[in-house]
């Protein structure tokens, strides 16, 4: 594929989204982007207080990644971005206008995403918004245009399933 690609590596607080990002940016060559470096303080407050953003929190979230997007996409370069985008509705605004958007969902059941958020350390998002976060999630569905990728294995195994997912083939380092 010739024309510029956006994924946006999304899924639950913890699942490993930065991580997958950041792997599928390198092995790329792709800008990389951090989603929760687009809230506005308010909502990064909110969290850190423990609660749960509302739709009305999000929409201004989302629109900034949008825009993120569409400077990447008028530049002609591709580009990882990071987000929840844990409802359809999300991922509809998100690809809006934007035919080159994929969604890559990374993905875990409850147990190791809970058990990750109890050893991270630095982040905003507290172990107790989780359960209001998995109730939200509405996974991809079979019209949308992405992957489900499993968090289960090594950072770099999940990488690698997720670049071949995608059919992504990494650039060749230079030797």
């Known amino acids: 594929m010739t024309e510029p690609q956006y994924i946006i590596v999304m899924g639950v607080s913890g699942g490993g989204k930065t991580t997958v990002a950041k792997g599928i940016a390198q092995a790329m060559g792709w800008e990389f982007a951090e989603g929760d470096d687009f809230h506005p303080k308010a909502n990064v407050e909110k969290m850190a207080a423990g609660h749960p953003l509302t739709d009305e929190d999000r929409w201004p979230w989302l629109r900034a990644i949008g825009e993120w997007i569409d400077e990447r996409e008028r ?93 992504l083939h990494p650039k060749e380092e230079a030797k």
């Open 75 to 167: 530049a002609g370069t591709s580009a990882v971005v990071t987000c929840s985008a844990l409802r359809r509705v999300y991922r509809d605004l998100l690809r809006e206008g934007r035919p080159g958007v994929r969604f890559c969902h990374v993905d875990a059941d409850a147990d190791l995403i809970a058990e990750r958020l109890a050893r991270r350390r630095g982040h905003y998002m507290p172990p107790s918004l989780l359960p209001s976060q998995l109730a939200t999630l509405e996974r991809l569905q079979p019209d949308e245009p992405g992957v489900v990728v499993s968090a289960r294995d090594t950072p770099e195994q999940v990488v690698k399933e997720a670049l071949e997912a995608l059919g």
